[in-house]
């Protein structure tokens, strides 16, 4: 885990402002309770703000709990969400959502001295069917490996909505309960097999092996299952997991592991400190609750008013990227969420257009890439905020064709081009006549 320095700290963006008295949002919907499958519209006005500068989007959530916290940053317990982005164009208006199986739905408008998900308790509960939570089974075919061994997990699991739109197997690592993925398989079934053969490059210090599937459903739900460990040996050569090493002598401040193992802050007399926070130990920080070092904050957290991207309670400074979170991916410059990226991204293969920090899922069709630093002024074609390099064809934008190779108009091209069974001249990258 990498170093942190204190000045980083300033520069961590804040996401949850508070409501500020310049600037307002309410927001009534036209029900107080719901039924799986029935439209829920929520009323909005807003006053002393531009509503091309506020973030709105409604927050679909699944699960059987019947008790539930308005504040849209909880997690209430293992729920499923959906979170989809709503443009706002004037100071009134309406929008709706459909929920998908019983939970809640909830539409929530922030900006910089802005937040609001009012009336009652913000959230508008849904009745119905319940979310068909995953079921999973795994069997490896060792009980224990070394270097050089294979390790097969025959694997099966239903749940979610069908078809699964994505697929992903990973092969993590452990180091103790520390975890990292070394191996990514794309699967293509929701039953079958998958193997790999343990590498002598893992880090010193791991301990155990096990296989990961994460899966996206065909409402855009995102789960994981999972399954069991194989424990492995062998002289691995690779770093070891950079956790905190206890000092000898404790006489100075700092974090250091107790004998109930448990990582605990001290003040420089040596005293135990009840701090709550961002803890700087040995260059990096460290997110502590009444002084004890939260090893379960993994993910985007929320700490002293900035999210910030944490495994295992250390901010990963290291880190710059996409982070899930709640359902929806979030852009991290060196492990802080930066609300201040706007553009097209690459990540694991593929280019997403964000918006302040947030992938678009709302933008689809043909869209230029102009008006931030650094776009190339080029016209892509986009699904769901995700440029389709490998799509070569024709669409249809402002009531004209154009013509795109890799996801990406053909400005340049000028000749005929065959395309669902005609052929079509082409000036431009425009089909004309």
Known sequence: MKKLACVLLALALLCGAALADSSTATITYDRTTA??????????????????????????????????????????????????????????????????????V?????????????????????SGEAYPEP???????????????????QYEFSGGFTPYERIQGDWIAWQGSTGFTFEETPLSAASGSASFTIPADLPSDTTAVSFWIDIDDAKGYHFFVSGGEVPVSGAFTGEPANQPEPEPEH??????????????????????????GLVIFDNAAFVVADGVLQTNANGLVLVDGNWLYASQGQVQTQYTGLVLYDGAWFYVTEGGMDLNRNGLIDYDGSRF?????RIRYDVNGLWQNAGVQG??????????????????GLALYDGAWFYLVGGKLAAGYTGPVEYDGATFQVVNGQVVG
């Open 251 to 276: 006489t100075s401040g700092g974090l250091r592991q107790d004998d109930d193992g448990l990582w605990r802050c001290y003040d420089e007399n040596g005293e135990l400190s009840h701090i709550t």
């Open 135 to 153: 079921e999973s089974s795994f069997t490896y075919n060792v009980e224990q490996a070394t270097i050089g061994d294979t390790v097969t997990c």
């Open 375 to 392: 776009a190339d002024g080029e016209w892509y074609y986009l699904a769901s905020g995700q440029v389709q390099t490998q799509y070569t």
């Open 35 to 104: 039924a799986v499958g029935e439209t829920v519209t929520a009323n909005y006005v807003i006053t002393g703000a531009d509503p091309d500068e506020l973030w709105a989007w409604w927050r679909v959530a699944l699960g059987d709990d019947d008790e539930y916290d308005p504040d849209y940053h909880t997690h209430y317990g293992n729920m499923r969400y959906l979170e989809t982005d709503v443009q706002l164009s004037a100071q009134t208006g309406s929008t709706s959502a459909v929920p998908e199986a019983k939970g809640y």
């Open 106 to 126: 909830q539409f929530v408008i922030e900006g910089v001295d802005l937040l609001s998900y009012t009336q009652g308790n913000g959230i508008v509960p849904v």
């Open 353 to 357: 257009l964000v918006s302040e920090g």
